[in-house]
């Protein structure tokens, strides 16, 4: 019979077949597959793995202490951070093409995801050992969309990155292969991974820096974050996590309107709402978040946050829309 205990064991004698004594690299994105897929390998192997956890300063509020606090709390992992985030900033500069952006995120990923594995493997080496591995939170649904080729150590393409160069390949170790997104949960809620982490709702690679119309700074990055906090919020206070498959806030800043507050005309910026419905994001529909939530999320949105002045609601499908804003 299938249960989260017997997926575990089996991984584990599957993990520790396959690594020996090699040591292994995984890289940690906060989302919920890295996250049970280091927690398995932790498991069957501890200290042999090493997480690498790129902080490139487009997550959310409270994101990053998730995964270097909590995560590391729950799991015991040894965790590798890289404060990346001016890096980010600097490489995104006065870009505003959502495809640039993209792509520019998904290069210097791979760039500091590959400087702190050639740290880890030059520290291995020097004391003897030998890195081999790289874990991936691969799952069915991926193996199977992707023909379930091996192929070479690609970061998961959720990043939107090639791989990593010649001279630093690695064999992948993907304990989650044969498992779908609710038993990968399972999986998670077993191994003791936080909750916040097992359901946490998807979130792009390119995270933040596609929620900005226009270019990505540090100021505006501040402006969307305090946002999109109030939002999640009020949504897990009304009970809706479950029901809505993910709610992009957008910060629209390249756009002002004039509205009032308190004495004075103000000139600031609009956020989108963007709550969907989906089973796997290829369609979706906007959500029928009750009016008082979404009453409370703007007045409480507009009060705290003084660069915006107006709070929409997107109401459209996918198709014609899609989920992100870019
Ligand atoms: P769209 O906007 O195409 O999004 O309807 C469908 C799903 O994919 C996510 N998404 C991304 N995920 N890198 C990612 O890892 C990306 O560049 C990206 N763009 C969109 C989006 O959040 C939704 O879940």
Redesign the pocket.
Known sequence: TWTPGNVIAEQVAAVRAQVGDARVVCGLSGGVDSSVAAALVQQAVGDQLTCVFVDHGLLRAGEAEQVERDFVAATGVALKRVDAADRFLQALAGVSDPETK?KIIGREFIRVFEEAAREIVAETEDAGGEVRFLVQGTLYPDVVESGGGEGAANIKS???VGGLPEDLQFELVEPLRTLFKDEVRAVGLELGVPEAIVWRQ?????GLG?RIIGEVTAERLEVLRAADAIAREELTRAGLDRDIW?C?VVLLADVRSVGVQGDGRTYGHPVVLRPVSSED?MT?DWSRVPYDVLATISSRITNTVPEVNRVVLDVTS?PPG???WE
């Open positions: 993209r959720h990043h939107n998807p979130f792009p690679g390119p596609i993910q992009p994001a979706a996918k899609t989920i992100e």
